[in-house]
Nanobody, 125 residues
Framework: QVQLVESGGASVQAGGSLRLSCLAP????????IGWFRQVPGKEREGVAA????????YYATSVKGRFTISQDKAKDTVYLQMDNLKPEDTAMYYC??????????????????WGQGTQVTVSS
């Protein structure tokens, strides 16, 4: 069982920055991949960024590439999403998720079997 707890969501103005944190105790021992996803009401959950924890390889959605950075601190059991130059269209509930023992594209939610509760990000123009 993997428990994921997100934090760091807030309301900011366009052009601002936020850093989201995903606390996942002992994730480095059992997790293939940690991803960040976002969802707005009425729309499908969208993959934003993903990190393969052993290889430290990263993947980004086109819409956030160059603005968002996913990283990990294994000593703190935490995966971060640094979000810079935020835009109103980044407004969403952000979730982190863990992929354990499953295959599939890193930015597709289908292969992720553990999810956090989410943290809200609101960007005003």
């Amino acid at each position: 069982q993997v428990q994921l707890v997100e934090s760091g969501g807030a309301s900011v103005q366009a052009g601002g920055s936020l850093r989201l944190s995903c606390l996942a105790p002992e994730y480095s021992y059992n997790t293939n991949c940690i991803g960040w996803f976002r969802q707005v009401p009425g729309k499908e959950r969208e993959g934003v960024a993903a990190l393969y924890t052993s290889a430290d390889s990263t993947y980004y959605a086109t819409s956030v590439k160059g603005r968002f950075t996913i990283s990990q601190d294994k000593a703190k059991d935490t995966v971060y999403l640094q979000m810079d130059n935020l835009k109103p269209e980044d407004t969403a509930m952000y979730y982190c998720a863990a992929k354990i023992g499953t295959m599939g594209w890193a930015l597709s939610p289908d292969g992720y079997n553990y999810w956090g509760q989410g943290t809200q990000v609101t960007v005003s123009s």
